[in-house]
């Protein structure tokens, strides 16, 4: 079991910006993919977006393309979220998690370790 503990939500008005944090223990962080997850209340999980174990491969759901970034620094075992110009719609609890294999997938069953969640709030 893989702990990982995500940080940064807050409450924003429309069009700004957030980044969140997701620190992961352990010396394995490097080998495997990372993803970040939403659900908002009454909907479904969505992957947003994920990032193989290398940082240069990503994938982005199409609603926040060109608005959020995804990235890592392995050398801290921290994958970020950079979220720009947000949206009400984007209003949920954001999930990270770590892949069992070392791509850019955005199916949860990817994904073997979750964290506890951090809310992101976006008022009109």
């Known amino acids: 079991q893989v702990l990982l503990v995500e940080t940064g939500g807050g409450l924003v008005q429309a069009g700004g910006s957030l980044r969140l944090s997701c620190a992961a223990p352990?010396?394995?962080?490097?080998?495997?993919?990372m993803g970040w997850f939403r659900q908002a209340p009454g909907k479904d999980r969505e992957c947003v977006a994920a990032?193989?174990?290398?940082?240069?491969?990503?994938n982005y759901a199409d609603s926040v393309k060109g608005r959020f970034t995804i990235s890592r620094d392995n050398a801290k075992n921290t994958v970020y979220l950079q979220m720009y110009t947000l949206k009400p719609e984007d209003t949920a609890v954001y999930y990270c998690?770590?892949?069992?294999?070392?791509?850019?997938?955005?199916?949860?069953?990817?994904?073997?370790?979750w964290g506890q969640g951090t809310q992101v709030s976006v008022s009109s």
């Open positions: 998690a770590a892949g069992r294999t070392s791509g850019a997938t955005s199916s949860s069953q990817s994904y073997g370790s």
């Open positions: 352990g010396r394995t962080f490097s080998l495997y993919g």
């Open positions: 990032i193989d174990r290398t940082g240069i491969n990503t």
